[in-house]
């Protein structure tokens, strides 16, 4: 199961959403550090089409695609030459496959913050830099190791650091490796390395029911963010963590009726795991019947035999064929039956690239 790492200074809400994700009791007292060791929840992802097909096969079972989110004590300037928790804090995130990056978007002075102010840019630099610092030494060590084995030729030794140079040049420039404009091959080289930098990043940006929220204010802050976010190319979501929090206590019939009386009207949760499965370049397709409907997970792109795997590993060796229906053709329909003589139901063979929603039946010897 792929992983998103929710990382962000301290006292910025991470807590505080990991919660509302996961329904879970984990430490979010207003101070910094709270979670010293990660916590861990898998999320379902949100998908109106599991519903449906569902009801369509009149499943005993239902089962969503789901991402694991790590909610990583919080970090401050200097974490990459270990002030506060940096060196736990650099190893749990590396071993995320994406980062989900929260910042404060609201004024509350009865919220502390680390520098005393409130400027998400700044934020989102420090955050950053010392992940760029963290890589960048990182790279500096395995350059160092590299000097003996291409002196003596070493057979792909040369080719690497010319890679890790190109980073370095990047780093010093204080960008990120996944903005280094590495070929695929070049990627590939250096991917063992599991750099923090080299990860996708997603920016929550976190407000406040009944606060000041910088995005309705006109003092030039959240602009300020929002231009180096999409000067990076990133995605960003607007959330109400503390809101989301407490509207796990509600049940699921009056949510919409309390989101009105605070003044938020969006569903921030669902956004945010959509846009974390996007971030992650994710798609689901499903497989639906009287026993279970169920959402699969696989890279975007992915052929048939590859998406067979995610059921069982067999369907990628041994695959002959599947059968595959679009969800929205084969809930018009109404049925497999209708939906074959209207033509519908294909069968593809191990070049098709899996669709985001196909309906899949796999055959393998």
Not at 99 to 128: A, G, M, S
Request: charged letters at 30%.
């Amino acid at each position: 199961m792929l992983k998103i790492g929710i990382v962000g200074l301290p006292n910025v809400g991470k807590s505080t959403l990991f919660n509302a994700l996961t329904k879970a009791s984990v430490p979010c007292e207003n101070y910094p550090f709270c979670t010293i060791d990660p916590s861990v929840g898998v999320v379902g992802v949100p998908d109106e089409r599991l519903a449906a097909l569902t009801s369509f096969s009149k499943s005993e079972k239902t089962i969503p695609a789901a991402i694991e989110f790590v909610d990583i004590a919080g970090l401050v300037k200097g974490a990459s030459q270990g002030e506060g928790l940096g060196n736990q804090f650099l190893a749990n995130i590396r071993e995320t496959d994406a980062i989900l990056e929260l910042v404060r978007f609201f004024d509350d002075t009865n919220i502390t913050h680390v520098d005393e102010q409130i400027e998400p840019y700044k934020d989102i630099e420090v955050t950053n830099l010392e992940l760029v610092l963290a890589d960048a030494e990182q790279v500096r060590k395995r350059r160092d190791k590299l000097v003996r084995d291409i002196q003596t030729n070493v057979k792909g030794a040369k080719e690497e650091d010319d890679v890790l140079k190109k980073l370095e040049q990047g780093f010093a420039e204080g960008k990120l490796a996944l903005h280094a404009n590495l070929t695929p091959e070049e990627k590939k080289r250096i991917a063992y390395l599991n750099l923090l930098t080299m990860k996708p990043i997603l920016y929550g940006l976190n407000k406040k029911s009944g606060g000041h929220n910088l995005d309705e204010l006109t003092d030039g802050r959240a602009e300020r963010a929002l231009d180096i976010i999409a000067s990076f190319g990133s995605e960003y979501v607007y959330l109400d963590a503390a809101t989301e929090r407490e509207l796990n206590d509600v049940a699921d019939e009056d949510r919409a009726s309390f989101r009105q009386e605070l003044g938020v009207h969006e569903d921030g949760l669902t956004d945010l795991i959509r846009k974390s499965y996007k971030t992650l370049n994710l798609i689901s397709f499903f497989t639906t019947g009287t026993d279970e409907t169920r959402a699969w997970t696989i890279t975007q792109g992915s052929t048939a035999p590859t998406a067979g795997a995610a059921i069982h590993n067999d369907f990628l060796e041994k695959f002959i064929r599947a059968e595959v229906v679009a969800t929205a053709d084969l809930l018009a329909a109404g049925s497999y039956a209708a939906a074959r003589e209207q033509a519908k139901v294909r069968t593809e063979g191990k070049d098709y690239v899996v669709q985001d929603g196909d309906v899949m039946v796999f055959l393998h010897w």
